[in-house]
């Protein structure tokens, strides 16, 4: 069970990190503002990047094809979350969700 | 390359910066799709050595990965900043006000006054030049889609919710826009004019559009108001000053000053006027107005020269 | 099993070409005077028997017991049915006995039927026999009134049956000269106050509109409308066909000129009143009233005081119709615009509304 | 293991062959003859009728677009009439995606598949074939809708409020919900034979690393059509609801919102261009390293980028909403995820260009076509970037510009693949292979004509011609370049007339003497092909198996490998562990027959009268439907016939229960599914709240203490069968039936409770959907009732018992979830109110 979920958590904590951004918004902004949605960005990033970094690391030493592969569903999860990330800096939070 | 509905005819801030964003875009596609296609040539038919080169996994990893995410970051951050200089730039303090409600398939435009006073008018905006202006987009029916090309990008009219969309004309022109969301029926036939003014022609075209219609001159513009008022096109259509006060159609209190009729896609000639009056399922099938083959040649005349008189 | 296949191509080929033969040898004899073969017959008649009960339409009849559908069928009857089929009072015409086969006397055939099969019959005719179909296949309200009508015959006597076809309108010509220049009943047939009323009296069926009072352009209009067969009616057309514009003028001015009659009802509610007067911009339904009140165009017709059964009827006619005259062009899209409720409710309004004050 | 087969000679099995055994293996999987072929159920054959079917529908759009094309070559055109074209467009878009592309891509993966995985067949033939035969009709009657002037017109993507009752009455659109939904349902049973097929029918050896990429993306394919597909059903569900009976899922006024219907749908509508474009990507991953003579550089990130593309493509729906006026941030969170997708589609074209450099591409037809496909697909793909970027699509959307881009997608991306796929396997199911020349001619008309046609909408688009419309005026500019257009078009449909005329001048389907091997491919579909596949089934060393074992068709042909006759006298196949491909099981499979197609036959009809609210025929139907299904399953689940040797010494049960079986893994699927759609619903459910939480009440109804209790005494007794079924009979039943019994109690009162309190439907948005949720508990119940009442009849006819229990083991499972369901469901309608309220 443990396995199989390394084996998909990268992708998979790339689809969580992007909903709760996404679902976020509009939830935490429209109840508490946009400081306590820059929280939730930065907490949500940050519990992505953690589990996607425990997986490239406990997958980087693996030789078998699944090991590879999930090696570089890693990175490539890792690539996903900083792009999805990188409009929180660029845009104003909290805009047009009244 | 220039239209009278063209993105690339820029005449506002938000037009001019997507057009800035398009070229942009045009030629590092070109660049990229060069250097793909050069890739491929050089695949099939180049020096082994550079074959080799073009084999090595590592040529994969650099152009298929670290290649697209460089250029794919410095796009995104530009396309971010294009929007950010779009929607978080707030509204100047003098900035008109006015309402646009998309129907099937006209568009419904109120302008408000010096005294909030609600003036209404139909399917051509007019707009002081250099002035901020919010349009707040509804709609009475189903989805539209507000889109002038010279001015700003296309927002949506949704029944329920309330956008907002902020314009400004650099000069003054005449600038085409067309329904862009597929609205049943007659969707290809709902467009508009966005007709910027200087300011102070703004002005007294406002002062003169809130004003009641002009009373009918002549006698034949007479019978025609009161065969307009008989046959019933009160209970659809308004004029201001007179007990026609429908709100189901377009106001007509000064259809006669408009460029267009039926929703910009007819210039306003008589003849049109006429053919509209008797045959507007057959211009704009679908469309609610039913046909008014009611009059006699002379009786359309008269109505068609007292719209025509509503300047 | 291809020989057996084969076999039968060949046998229906054989036959066919046999059945050929036969009737281009011309020795089946088509005289109506002669009656068909026994077997002939029964082919027929079982076929006929079967295909209305195939047919027949699956849907719930309206109320039939329902006088003001029993009137109005009645007036239709007299004019279109009676000839061939007699009526009480009356036998069957000498011309129509030589058809064949004869036009059977309904007021012993119809119970054999159910409603659903009348309905059919009566809106379809049938092939072969000269009953026609009903002059047009856009109005089955009409058709159900005829029903309801056949289903009141067999118990109506010949008092019963001339008050409800004539109405008030005498069946025959009083004096000698009034025979011998218009040709016996058969003017009674046409006349309008049969099934209009004339005079102050009220139609005989509220599902008759009432003419008093309207505008005579509107009258006229309706009339060459039937005539062209631009407005669809079974029981109208061929009465309008009959008149000359000259006459269908008179009749109109005669119409025009009446006293409005007072209104039927008394039910006025404000919300529907509002819808009446001011219509509802969201739902697209334009004032009512716009179009007509008095100062409206003399082609359009005056609702107040009008039957409201007959408002609701006209308004589900049109909710169905094909638009072809000016006037439906305009009122077709609004009809159907309207909810039921709304159609019963603003029918019931205008007949509560008194003349004058529109 | 013991005795692989290598290199050294070592063979599972001996030669000589014994007398009769390839007859009896004939016999086994003979074909029905004459017209009984309808009944059939080999891939092959279902893959053939289900190619060919698809690609009728594909000239039959094709027309359409045609007729579009002709519309708009000159302003004010007066060709079609407004409401015409606007049915056309709609199904010209419906047919192209619903119709054409998910049916031809899933046809090719049930067609090939097998081939080339060294199956004797796909696990449940039966469902291939009802899934299948369902489309063809269902497909057949949709597009009819178009000569009766019954068709949808409110655009593929039928928009709400458009399409509703008020807007648009009348049935066409109600054909569109009913006869889409019921075809997308087809497809998810098309994508789960797949899903278990690639996991668990491979050959012995074939490792997850040594599995062709064609597999690999049809096993992404089908379960992005898993998750995707339910979110649309779900969609389709909630619009008929509001058109039949007036529930507001989409109605603003009373609490609906039509913004529900857009993230529905493209929460589907996304990930569905990729779940057209991986399968074809697959094919020219196969089809490049065979014309270049060489393996594909970088196999491995290729499967990562398969697997994050799947991922990636559902994180991309708001960028068909750029315009709806959403929250900018939010805009960017799509925007930056529609790049991240454009990466492993880079790595993909960089990958494919690497195999053509380090090997010599010949210049074939099907060559042709690649690079073709690499040209017009860039393209399409660096529009895509384009359109990604939320100001340019501002003035971009739902313009000629936008028309232009997915053409190149799609056209690009899985019509000249699809093209190069025919091209390049018709020698390995035809008597002949296509004609290289006519092929060649074809590619030059496409290619050239798709430009002409395609590349003047991006200018078109840009100097502000929108999509969908019937007419324009002159002088706008647009002219000259839909003029040029519809040129263009024209020279695509030569092209495709060639194609055509190539078929019916050289295929010549068969199952016995095929071209056989001419490209000197090297994955097992290159093996001789027969009605059971190959004589034997190889064992599978490397990725290119003909390419590292040359004489291994021989060998496979004299029967040296794996399961060389057949064991039980029937039709078998063997069935792998899913990432190691270790033997584990024969599995025996049906042949032909008629209940799935009466099925077939009888659910299209069920939906389609459906539509024209012919209820009493449709549940007679219904009825039929149920009836065959019966029959179809009766016959399934057979008792054990013992171990059955397959070579090499490796003996194989012939029965096992549990998650061995490959029918728990497709249940499994099958929950996934289920669980998606629900998601969805709550996800809907979430989002009318912040729509308008107004409509949602203040005070809530009582406690559903009952229901709950109802759910847990349903639980108890689950687990009570679990345990009965091998001690008692009659206490085994009981448990079932009041287990099951108990959760339609529970599921009733709850429904109950809400009406009593005077909740109605039509109500609110909030109303609608808590009835809504109500539906779709008593569509999972309703599947639970009528498989446990299957499962006692086969307890009562003793084809159940404590070994053969596979049939309980699926019901429990589906029974598991339901209470699971049902639970989730209680605590959203009356949790969620009591939270927020």
Same mark, same amino acid.
């Given at each position: 069970m443990f396995r199989t979920f390394l084996r998909l958590g990268a992708p998979l904590a790339w689809a969580l990190h992007f909903l709760v951004l996404y679902g976020a918004e509009f939830l935490v902004c429209s109840r508490w503002g946009s400081q306590a949605y820059a929280a939730v960005v930065a907490g949500a990033t940050l519990a992505a990047l953690a589990v996607l970094v425990f997986v490239v690391r406990s997958t980087a030493a693996g030789t078998g094809f699944v090991d590879r592969v999930a090696f570089a569903l890693g990175l490539m999860g890792l690539g996903g979350v900083l792009a999805t990330t990188m409009p929180a800096f660029m845009i104003p939070m909290c805009v047009g969700t009244a | 390359m220039t239209g009278l509905q063209s993105m690339f005819a820029p005449m506002g801030p938000e037009a001019a910066l997507i057009a800035d964003l398009a070229a942009v875009l045009f030629v590092g596609a070109a660049v990229v799709l060069t250097i793909v296609v050069a890739a491929l040539w050089f695949a099939m038919l180049g020096s082994s050595a550079a074959r080799r080169g073009l084999a090595a996994e590592r040529a994969v990893i650099v152009g298929g990965i670290v290649f697209p995410i460089v250029a794919l970051a410095a796009l995104l951050a530009y396309g971010l900043w294009v929007m950010r200089a779009s929607v978080a730039s707030p509204a100047a303090s003098n900035a008109m006000r006015i309402e646009v409600t998309g129907e099937q398939w006209w568009w419904r435009v109120a302008y408000r006054d010096g005294d909030g006073r609600r003036i209404e008018s139909a399917n051509e905006i007019r707009i002081p030049v250099g002035r901020d202006v919010v349009l707040t987009l509804r709609s009475a029916d189903v989805i539209h889609s507000f889109w002038v090309p010279s001015l700003a990008g296309k927002v949506d009219m949704i029944p329920g919710r309330v956008n907002t969309l902020k314009i400004v004309a650099k000069q003054p022109g005449v600038y085409r826009g067309q329904c862009a969301e597929y609205c049943g029926g007659a969707h290809a036939l709902m467009a508009l004019e966005v007709v910027a003014l200087p300011e102070a022609e703004f002005a007294s075209w406002l002062a003169a559009e809130g004003a009641q219609a002009t009373d009918a001159a002549g006698e034949t513009e007479r019978q025609g108001r009161e065969l307009f008022l008989a046959a019933g096109c009160g209970a659809c259509h308004a004029i201001r000053g007179t007990r026609a006060d429908g709100r189901i159609g377009p106001d007509l209190t000064r259809v006669g000053a408009r460029r267009q009729i039926a929703a910009a896609t007819l210039p306003a000639t008589r003849e049109n006027l006429a053919r509209f009056i008797v045959d507007g399922q057959h211009l704009k099938p679908g469309n609610g107005m039913p046909p008014f083959r009611v009059f006699s040649a002379e009786e359309l005349s008269a109505v068609v020269a007292y719209l025509a008189s509503l300047k | 099993m291809r020989r057996i296949l084969y076999t039968a191509l060949g046998l229906a080929a054989v036959g066919s070409v046999g059945l050929l033969l036969f009737a281009w040898s011309g020795l089946y004899s088509v005289a109506a005077?002669?009656?068909?073969?026994?077997?002939? @017959?029964?082919?027929? @008649?079982?076929?006929? @028997?079967?295909?209305?009960?195939?047919?027949?339409?699956?849907?719930?009849?309206?109320?039939?017991?329902?006088?003001?559908?029993?009137?109005?069928?009645?007036?239709?009857? *007299?004019?279109?049915?009676?000839?061939?089929?007699?009526?009480?009072?009356?036998?069957?015409? *000498?011309?129509?006995?030589?058809? *064949?086969?004869?036009?059977?006397?309904?007021?012993?055939?119809?119970?054999?039927?159910?409603?659903?099969?009348?309905?059919?019959?009566?809106?379809?005719?049938?092939?072969?026999?000269?009953?026609?179909?009903?002059?047009?296949?856009?109005?089955?309200?009409?058709?159900?009134?005829?029903?309801?009508? *056949?289903?009141?015959?067999?118990?109506?006597d010949q008092a019963a049956y001339r008050a409800l076809a004539y109405g008030d309108v005498p069946a025959e010509p009083q004096s000698g000269e009034g025979v011998a220049m218009s040709g016996g009943a058969s003017r009674a047939l046409g006349a309008c106050a049969r099934c209009h009323g004339a005079g102050d009296r009220p139609p005989l069926s509220a599902l008759v509109p009432r003419l008093h009072g309207q505008p005579a352009e509107m009258l006229v209009e309706a009339l060459r409308a039937f005539a062209a067969g631009e407005r669809r009616s079974g029981i109208m057309e061929p009465l309008a066909a009959a008149l000359s514009r000259r006459a269908a003028e008179e009749v109109a001015t005669y119409y025009a000129g009446l006293a409005p009659l007072p209104p039927t009802s008394t039910v006025q509610a404000e919300s529907i009143g509002r819808l009446a007067a001011e219509g509802d911009a969201a739902a697209e339904i334009p004032a009512c009233i716009s179009c007509h009140d008095r100062q409206a165009l003399a082609i359009y017709p005056r609702l107040a005081a009008q039957s409201a059964r007959y408002l609701e009827n006209r308004l589900r006619v049109l909710w169905y119709a094909q638009p072809r005259t000016p006037t439906q062009s305009i009122m077709v899209p609004i009809a159907r615009r309207l909810s039921e409720q709304q159609i019963r409710d603003l029918s019931a309004y205008f007949a509560g509304l008194p003349p004058e004050q529109r | 293991?013991?005795?692989?087969?290598?290199?050294?000679?070592?063979?599972?099995?001996?030669?000589?062959?014994?007398?009769?055994?390839?007859?009896?293996?004939?016999?086994?999987?003979?074909?029905?003859?004459?017209?009984?072929?309808?009944?059939a159920v080999n891939n092959t054959v279902i893959g053939y009728f289900y190619i060919a079917t698809a690609f009728g529908f594909f000239v039959l759009a094709g027309i359409l677009a045609l007729l579009m094309r002709t519309q708009l070559a000159v302003p004010d055109n007066t060709f079609l009439g407004q409401e015409t074209y606007n049915q056309i467009f709609t199904m010209h878009g419906t047919v192209m995606m619903f119709l054409f592309a998910v049916p031809a891509v899933e046809a090719m993966g049930v067609l090939l598949l097998p081939q080339m995985l060294g199956a004797r067949d796909l696990p449940f033939p039966r469902l291939g074939a009802f899934a299948f035969w369902a489309y063809l009709i269902g497909g057949l009657v949709f597009f009819c809708t178009l000569f009766v002037g019954l068709a949808p017109s409110g655009g593929w993507f039928m928009y709400p409020p458009l399409t509703s009752e008020r807007f648009s009455p009348g049935v066409g659109a109600d054909f569109w919900l009913l006869g889409i939904g019921f075809i997308e349902i087809s497809a998810i049973a098309g994508a789960i034979e797949i899903i278990v097929g690639v996991?668990?029918?491979?050959?012995?050896?074939?490792?997850?690393?040594?599995?062709?990429?064609?597999?690999?993306?049809?096993?992404?394919?089908?379960?992005?059509?898993?998750?995707?597909?339910?979110?649309?059903?779900?969609?389709?569900?909630?619009?008929?609801?509001?058109?039949?009976? #007036?529930?507001?899922?989409?109605?603003?006024?009373?609490?609906?919102?039509?913004?529900?219907?857009?993230?529905?749908?493209?929460?589907?509508?996304?990930?569905?261009?990729?779940?057209?474009?991986?399968?074809?990507?697959?094919?020219?991953?196969?089809?490049?390293?065979?014309?270049?003579?060489?393996?594909?550089?970088?196999?491995?990130?290729?499967?990562?980028?398969?697997?994050? &593309?799947?991922?990636?493509?559902?994180?991309?729906?708001?960028?068909?909403?750029?315009?709806?006026?959403?929250?900018?941030?939010?805009?960017?969170?799509?925007?930056?995820?529609?790049?991240?997708?454009?990466?492993?589609?880079?790595?993909?074209?960089?990958?494919?260009?690497?195999?053509?450099?380090?090997?010599?591409?010949?210049?074939?037809?099907?060559?042709?076509?690649?690079?073709?496909?690499?040209?017009?697909?860039?393209?399409?793909?660096?529009?895509?970037?384009?359109?990604?970027m939320v100001p340019f699509d501002w003035q971009a959307?739902?313009?000629?510009?936008?028309?232009?881009?997915?053409?190149?997608?799609?056209?690009?991306?899985?019509?000249?693949?699809?093209?190069?796929?025919?091209?390049?396997?018709?020698?390995?199911?035809?008597?002949?292979?296509?004609?290289?020349?006519?092929? =060649?001619?074809?590619?030059?008309?496409?290619?050239?004509?798709? /430009?002409?046609?395609?590349?003047?909408?991006?200018?078109?688009?840009?100097?502000?011609?929108?999509?969908?419309?019937?007419?324009?005026?002159?002088?706008?500019?647009?002219?000259?370049?839909?003029?040029?257009? &519809?040129?263009?078009?024209?020279?695509?449909?030569?092209?495709?007339?060639?194609?055509?005329?190539?078929?019916?001048?050289?295929?010549?389907?068969?199952?016995?003497?095929?071209?056989?091997?001419?490209? =000197?491919?090297?994955?097992?579909?290159?093996?001789? /092909?027969?009605?059971?596949?190959?004589?034997?089934?190889?064992?599978?060393?490397?990725?290119?198996?003909?390419?590292?074992?040359?004489?291994?068709?021989?060998?496979? =042909? =004299?029967?040296?490998?794996?399961?060389?006759?057949?064991?039980?006298?029937?039709?078998?196949?063997?069935?792998?562990?899913?990432?190691?491909?270790?033997?584990?099981?024969?599995?025996?499979?049906?042949?032909?027959?008629?209940?799935?197609?009466?099925?077939?036959?009888? &659910?299209?009809?069920?939906?389609?009268?459906?539509?024209?609210?012919?209820?009493?025929?449709?549940?007679?139907?219904?009825?039929?439907?149920?009836?065959?299904?019966?029959?179809?399953?009766?016959?399934? #689940?057979?008792?054990?016939?013992?171990?059955?040797?397959?070579g090499a010494g490796i003996s194989l049960p012939t029965y096992v229960a549990g998650p061995t079986h490959p029918s728990w893994w497709a249940m499994v699927v099958v929950l996934l599914v289920a669980g998606a759609l629900y998601l969805s619903y709550v996800f809907g459910y979430l989002y009318l709240w912040t729509v308008s939480p107004a409509t949602w009440p203040t005070t809530p109804i009582s406690m559903p203490s009952w229901p709950v209790t109802c759910l847990i005494v349903s639980g108890v007794a689950l687990a009570a069968a679990t345990r009965l079924l091998g001690s008692s009979r009659l206490l085994f039943a009981l448990a079932l039936a009041c287990g099951i019994g108990a959760l339609l109690v529970g599921l009733a009162l709850d429904a109950w409770t809400q009406w009593q309190s005077g909740l109605r439907p039509s109500a609110s948005g909030y109303a609608a959907m808590v009835y809504a949720n109500a539906v779709l508990q008593a569509q999972i119940a309703g599947v639970v009732t009528a498989m446990g009442a299957f499962t006692l009849a086969r307890l009562v006819a003793g084809r159940l018992d404590a070994d053969r229990r596979v049939v309980f083991d699926n019901l429990a499972l589906l029974w598991g979830y339901a209470i699971g369901e049902a639970a989730l469901g209680l605590l959203l309608t009356h949790g969620f109110p009591r939270v927020a309220g």
């Open positions: - | - | 005077s002669r009656g068909h073969w026994p077997m002939v @017959e029964w082919v027929l @008649e079982f076929g006929m @028997e079967n295909s209305v009960e195939t047919h027949a339409p699956n849907v719930t009849p309206p109320r039939l017991d329902d006088p003001d559908l029993i009137r109005l069928g009645a007036g239709h009857f *007299l004019f279109g049915c009676a000839e061939c089929h007699g009526a009480p009072g009356t036998e069957v015409g *000498l011309v129509v006995r030589g058809m *064949l086969p004869p036009p059977p006397d309904l007021s012993r055939r119809v119970s054999a039927w159910t409603d659903q099969e009348l309905f059919w019959i009566v809106k379809n005719g049938i092939k072969y026999t000269g009953m026609p179909a009903w002059p047009t296949l856009d109005r089955d309200d009409e058709v159900w009134a005829l029903i309801a009508f *056949l289903r009141a015959l067999p118990s109506l | 293991m013991t005795r692989a087969a290598t290199a050294t000679g070592e063979y599972p099995n001996d030669l000589p062959r014994p007398e009769g055994e390839l007859e009896r293996l004939e016999a086994a999987w003979e074909l029905p003859k004459g017209w009984r072929i309808v009944t996991l668990r029918t491979r050959a012995p050896g074939m490792t997850l690393d040594r599995m062709p990429i064609f597999a690999w993306t049809m096993l992404v394919f089908a379960g992005m059509v898993v998750f995707a597909f339910p979110a649309v059903i779900l969609a389709t569900i909630l619009l008929e609801l509001e058109r039949a009976f #007036d529930w507001p899922f989409f109605i603003a006024e009373r609490g609906g919102d039509p913004l529900l219907w857009q993230h529905l749908f493209w929460f589907f509508g996304h990930p569905e261009v990729y779940i057209i474009f991986l399968p074809a990507a697959g094919m020219v991953s196969m089809i490049v390293p065979a014309m270049a003579q060489t393996s594909m550089v970088g196999h491995r990130l290729i499967v990562v980028a398969l697997i994050a &593309t799947g991922f990636f493509s559902f994180g991309l729906w708001v960028h068909h909403m750029f315009t709806t006026g959403l929250p900018a941030l939010s805009l960017g969170f799509f925007s930056a995820a529609s790049m991240a997708v454009s990466v492993p589609s880079g790595l993909q074209v960089f990958a494919w260009i690497a195999t053509i450099a380090a090997g010599r591409l010949r210049l074939t037809a099907a060559s042709l076509f690649v690079l073709g496909f690499l040209f017009i697909f860039t393209l399409g793909g660096l529009t895509g970037v384009m359109v990604a959307h739902d313009t000629y510009f936008v028309v232009a881009h997915f053409h190149y997608v799609l056209v690009g991306g899985m019509v000249f693949p699809l093209l190069c796929a025919f091209y390049y396997w018709a020698p390995a199911f035809s008597r002949r292979p296509l004609s290289e020349r006519m092929g =060649k001619s074809a590619f030059w008309l496409i290619f050239i004509g798709f /430009n002409v046609a395609f590349f003047p909408m991006h200018i078109s688009g840009l100097i502000g011609m929108p999509r969908r419309v019937y007419s324009y005026p002159a002088g706008l500019g647009w002219d000259l370049p839909n003029l040029i257009s &519809t040129v263009g078009a024209f020279i695509v449909a030569a092209g495709i007339l060639v194609v055509l005329a190539d078929f019916l001048r050289n295929l010549r389907p068969t199952l016995t003497k095929s071209a056989g091997d001419v490209w =000197k491919g090297g994955t097992l579909e290159w093996l001789e /092909n027969h009605t059971y596949g190959a004589r034997s089934v190889p064992h599978v060393d490397s990725r290119e198996p003909l390419w590292t074992h040359p004489r291994m068709s021989e060998d496979v =042909k =004299k029967g040296r490998y794996y399961l060389p006759g057949t064991m039980t006298g029937g039709r078998e196949t063997i069935v792998t562990s899913p990432v190691e491909a270790v033997p584990q099981y024969l599995m025996r499979l049906p042949g032909p027959g008629w209940p799935h197609l009466i099925a077939a036959v009888f &659910t299209a009809a069920f939906f389609l009268l459906l539509t024209v609210k012919a209820v009493a025929l449709a549940l007679a139907c219904g009825g039929i439907v149920i009836a065959a299904m019966i029959a179809w399953m009766w016959s399934s #689940d057979p008792a054990s016939a013992g171990e059955a040797d397959i």
